[in-house]
């Protein structure tokens, strides 16, 4: 069957890269349409702005990948927040349900599993975004302390709510379950 | 047709369409290998377990690669935005995408466009997306977890990671409030499958169903289980059933299946789906009233 060619992005919105300065802003802007992300110089709302009348409107979801993005290129940057006023912050808790031999801990929509005797993880769930099942493949039946960080080989908010999991499954197996 | 469209974690994996079938712990479609793993492999998969048991036409399935840079989602959003009134679905399944709600509109749109009644169900990100662009009054079924049922909840997020505290504390006793919020923002769709300790059937707000039994506490930590849900519920529309009743009858028989699997948090999802024809041999004619003598026809 015959396919199409991808036509050029529609922009997509809903965060805000923030910058102290004009010139930050627009090196940021060539940085990450140079990775491949669609974002738009925009005038930030009044109670976002942090510095300069310019920012970067991006999709939210892809917050990880756009930071690692710009750190990468040295690009400076204050924050990236959600445009919608009255979002609340980034999730920060954590939930953990011992299973016995397993534990799980939930952050946000991701879950991760570990097995509590030897720290091997065994199993990911949750989540939605593209990274997820990719992650799922790269950490199953591998050791907490042995795998890359969700939030340095993933993209999306689901890969930084996985890391969060794993951050505490390795607190918790490390601090007092691991034998 | 039933048509499920979403991302698998294969890099370079080009746009593929086509009927999957299974080999050995994989699917294979247009001579392309995906796991049956969590994701749109496992949806896929529990979708294919039905139509094979009541001999209905596999669903056809849209993949790209795609591991978290949103290419392959975009080829999917595009191909379907053009193509998806020529291909006149009666069910569509979207899956694992990156939530990208200008590209949902513009698919949103073009489904209102097709010449007859196409049935819309989302879960992942393309429910992400749908919620986020408020467009969740266009889906006739939305499969949330209990934290996806807390940002379908929360008016402002566009993301469960973005979700109020108090909202991500919630029990799976407050999904009524969850319920009535997400309804009261009009961020639900017609139907809503809620996954959790005790599954919620909701439709048009009201709850009209629990599922608990059988009781395994283990299949939250198996990843793709909520996938395979989904897959379930595409696939029982697709054969007739009512919303309701489809919904239903996803949940027991997800539950049944990780029953007969003996599931633990180590089990894989192929060994739930690989449950999934015992479990509708011994209960779908008992819960459903579609029955056959040989495991087949209605």
Same mark, same amino acid.
């Given at each position: 069957?015959?396919?199409?060619?991808?036509?050029?992005?529609?922009f997509e919105?809903?965060?805000l890269?923030?910058?102290?300065?004009?010139q930050d802003?627009?090196?940021?802007?060539?940085?990450?349409?140079?990775?491949?992300?669609?974002?738009k110089?925009v005038?930030?709302?009044?109670?976002?702005?942090?510095g300069?009348?310019?920012a970067?409107e991006?999709n939210?979801v892809?917050?990880?990948g756009?930071?690692r993005?710009?750190?990468?290129?040295?690009?400076?940057?204050?924050?990236?927040?959600?445009?919608?006023v009255?979002?609340?912050?980034?999730?920060e808790?954590?939930?953990?349900t011992?299973?016995?031999e397993?534990?799980?801990v939930?952050?946000?929509n991701?879950k991760?599993?570990?097995?509590?005797?030897?720290g091997?993880?065994?199993?990911?769930?949750g989540?939605g975004?593209?990274?997820?099942p990719?992650?799922?493949?790269?950490?199953?039946?591998?050791?907490?302390?042995?795998?890359?960080?969700p939030?340095?080989?993933?993209?999306?908010?689901?890969?930084?709510?996985?890391d969060?999991?794993?951050?505490?499954c390795?607190?918790?197996?490390q601090?007092?379950?691991?034998? | 047709?039933?048509l499920?469209?979403?991302?698998?974690?294969?890099?370079?994996?080009?746009l593929t369409m086509?009927?999957?079938a299974?080999e050995?712990?994989?699917?294979?479609?247009e001579?392309r290998?995906?796991?049956?793993?969590?994701?749109?492999?496992?949806?896929?998969?529990?979708?294919l #377990?039905? @139509?094979?048991?009541l %001999?209905?036409? +596999?669903?056809?399935? !849209? &993949?790209? *690669?795609?591991?978290?840079?949103?290419?392959?989602s975009?080829e999917?959003?595009?191909?379907?935005?053009?193509?998806?009134?020529?291909?006149?679905?009666?069910?569509?399944?979207?899956?694992?995408?990156?939530?990208?709600?200008?590209?949902?509109n513009?698919l949103?749109?073009?489904?209102?466009?097709?010449?007859?009644?196409?049935?819309m169900?989302?879960?992942?990100?393309?429910?992400?997306?749908?919620?986020?662009a408020?467009?969740a009054?266009?889906?006739?079924?939305?499969?949330?977890?209990?934290?996806?049922?807390a940002?379908?909840?929360?008016?402002?997020?566009?993301?469960?990671?973005y979700?109020?505290?108090?909202?991500?504390?919630a029990d799976?006793?407050?999904?009524?409030d969850?319920? #009535?919020? @997400?309804?009261?923002? %009009?961020?639900? +769709?017609?139907?809503? !499958? &809620?996954? *959790?300790?005790v599954?919620y059937?909701?439709?048009?707000?009201?709850?009209?169903?629990?599922?608990?039994?059988?009781?395994?506490?283990?299949?939250?930590?198996?990843?793709?289980?909520?996938?395979?849900?989904?897959?379930?519920v595409?696939?029982?529309?697709?054969?007739?059933?009512?919303?309701?009743?489809a919904?239903?009858?996803?949940?027991?028989s997800?539950?049944?299946?990780?029953?007969?699997?003996?599931?633990?948090p180590?089990?894989?999802?192929?060994?739930?789906?690989?449950?999934?024809?015992?479990?509708?041999?011994?209960h779908l004619c008992?819960?459903?009233?579609v029955?056959?003598?040989t495991?087949g026809?209605?």
């Open positions: 069957m015959a396919f199409l060619r991808r036509k050029k992005p529609s919105g809903g965060g890269v923030l910058f102290e300065d004009v802003a627009m090196t940021a802007e060539k940085v990450l349409k140079e990775a491949g992300y669609a974002v110089l005038a930030p709302p009044p109670e976002l702005r942090r300069c009348d310019l970067l991006m939210l892809e917050q990880p756009i930071e993005a710009l750190k990468e290129k040295d690009a400076a940057y204050v924050s990236v927040a959600p445009l919608r009255g979002t609340s912050e980034l999730l808790i954590v939930k953990a011992d299973f016995g397993q534990m799980m939930r952050a946000g991701m991760l599993s570990f097995d509590k005797a030897s091997v993880i065994v199993n990911v769930s989540g975004c593209p990274d997820i990719f992650l799922h493949s790269e950490l199953i039946d591998r050791r907490l302390s042995d795998v890359a960080r939030r340095d080989i993933g993209f999306t908010l689901c890969a930084l709510m996985l969060r999991a794993l951050e505490e390795l607190a918790l197996w601090g007092g379950e691991q034998r | 047709m039933m499920i469209a979403g991302t698998v974690p294969i890099r370079g994996l080009p086509g009927r999957p299974l050995g712990d994989d699917l294979v479609v001579g290998r995906i796991p049956c793993a969590q994701g749109t492999g496992a949806m896929i998969s529990a979708a #377990a039905v @139509a094979d048991y %001999k209905l036409e +596999a669903p056809q399935v !849209l &993949v790209a *690669g795609d591991t978290g840079q949103g290419k392959g975009r999917i959003y595009e191909y379907l935005i053009e193509k998806v009134g020529d291909i006149s679905p009666q069910v569509v399944a979207l899956h694992y995408c990156l939530p990208i709600m200008a590209l949902m513009r949103c749109e073009s489904v209102q466009r097709c010449p007859r009644k196409v049935l169900i989302a879960d992942a990100g393309s429910m992400y997306a749908a919620k986020a408020g467009l009054s266009r889906f006739d079924v939305f499969t949330p977890d209990a934290a996806e049922m940002f379908l909840a929360d008016p402002d997020a566009t993301h469960p990671a979700i109020a505290r108090h909202l991500f504390d799976i006793g407050q999904t009524p969850l319920v #009535a919020a @997400a309804y009261r923002h %009009k961020n639900a +769709a017609r139907l809503l !499958l &809620v996954k *959790g300790a599954d059937v909701v439709d048009g707000g009201g709850i009209v169903a629990t599922v608990d039994e059988p009781d395994v506490p283990a299949l939250e930590a198996v990843g793709g289980t909520g996938d395979t849900i989904t897959g379930l595409a696939a029982f529309l697709y054969a007739g059933l009512e919303p309701q009743e919904a239903i009858i996803a949940a027991r997800n539950r049944m299946a990780g029953k007969f699997a003996g599931a633990t180590a089990t894989r999802v192929r060994q739930i789906v690989e449950q999934l024809q015992a479990v509708f041999k011994e008992q819960w459903s009233g029955c056959c003598a495991g026809q209605q």
